[in-house]
């Protein structure tokens, strides 16, 4: 299916059809709290309103106070399609997070640390279309039920990027459904696009959106050596740089050299690494 529509679909998603959205059309979500920049905002509502044909399930990797999920949700609302929708975080903000993200968008301050009964608030208007799943990604459940749209924005480790493709990465419809991978251009998460590299036969480039969004056409559903051969957490350095070469090159109509470029400089700064809150910004940043 996707030699069919290939040309079409690039074409499309090429022309970034989300970028004329005026935010005011995500309705209510607009004044859920997310860290998405505005092009993000609008990509995942388009996503959901506009590209989806309800072939399976929305999961949202990461909705932290349900920014992400209220974008995708109200997207689907008003597109009609009754497929769930489930966002999985384990919902937990430090001081540092609530200062900078949660009190500037007028959430009043509060104690503590846990914030799901701050996201089941926020995500009242799409109650009964959501299921939260609180708690450890890599420690969750997915029952193989099909998805159309998997956003990711939790691999923050190779641990957690390898269990999180190999729990929902089995459920995408070849053809069907999109991956958007929202650190793939962080210099902290080199990882995301050496496993996208490695499962090049199963995942086309469809387009990037700032800040670091890539997204993807599933065109093969990942089968246990796909899995296999896209798993980060055992590689060496030298096979993520490589990876991150192969990348380039795949992703090189994209003209994000200067990402590439950072995420390999963040490799060789960080030997061994690969968790990204430990990651230190590469010797260039700080001249
Ligand atoms: C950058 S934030 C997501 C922002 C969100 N999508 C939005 O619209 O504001 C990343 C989220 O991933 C969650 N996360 C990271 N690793 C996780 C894991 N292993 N299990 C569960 N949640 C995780 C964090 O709790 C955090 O809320």
Not at 50 to 55: E, I, K, L, Q, V
Not at 232 to 236: G, K, V, Y
């Given at each position: 299916m996707m030699d069919e529509t290939a040309p079409a679909l690039r074409a499309l998603f090429g022309s970034a059809p989300w970028s004329a959205l005026p935010l005011s059309d995500t309705g209510g979500a607009a004044r859920v709290p997310t860290m998405l920049t505005q092009a993000e905002q609008q990509l995942y509502f388009w996503l959901a309103r506009?590209?989806?044909?309800?072939?399976g399930a929305i999961v949202d990797l990461g909705c932290f106070a349900g920014g992400s999920t209220a974008r995708l949700a109200e997207g689907r609302r008003q597109a009609g399609h009754a497929a769930p929708l489930h966002a999985f975080d384990r919902f937990t903000a430090t001081p540092r997070v609530k200062k900078r993200v949660l009190y500037p968008a007028g959430i009043p301050p509060f104690e503590g640390n846990d914030i799901l009964p701050l996201a089941q608030h926020l995500l009242a208007p799409w109650q009964g279309q959501i299921r939260l799943h609180p708690g450890e990604i890599e420690d969750s459940l997915w029952p193989g039920a099909p998805i159309e749209i998997l956003a990711i924005?939790?691999?923050?480790?190779t641990a957690v990027l390898d269990a999180i493709a190999e729990m929902f990465f089995p459920s995408l419809i070849p053809g069907a459904s999109v991956v958007i991978q929202q650190d793939y251009f962080h210099w902290r998460q080199p990882w995301i696009a050496v496993q996208m590299e490695r499962m090049a036969d199963c995942f086309a480039p469809l387009a990037i959106c700032p800040d670091a969004t890539a997204v993807f056409m599933c065109i093969r559903t990942p089968d246990a050596a796909a899995l296999a051969r896209g798993a980060?957490?055992?590689?060496?350095d030298a096979d993520l740089a490589a990876g991150l070469a192969a990348a380039r090159q795949r992703m090189a109509g994209f003209g994000q050299e200067a990402r590439f470029d950072r995420m390999l400089a963040a490799l060789a700064a960080n030997p061994g690494e690969r968790v990204s809150w430990r990651f230190i910004p590469p010797v260039a940043d700080s001249a």
């Open positions: 506009d590209w989806a044909r309800g072939a924005d939790a691999a923050k480790s980060c957490d055992r590689l060496s």
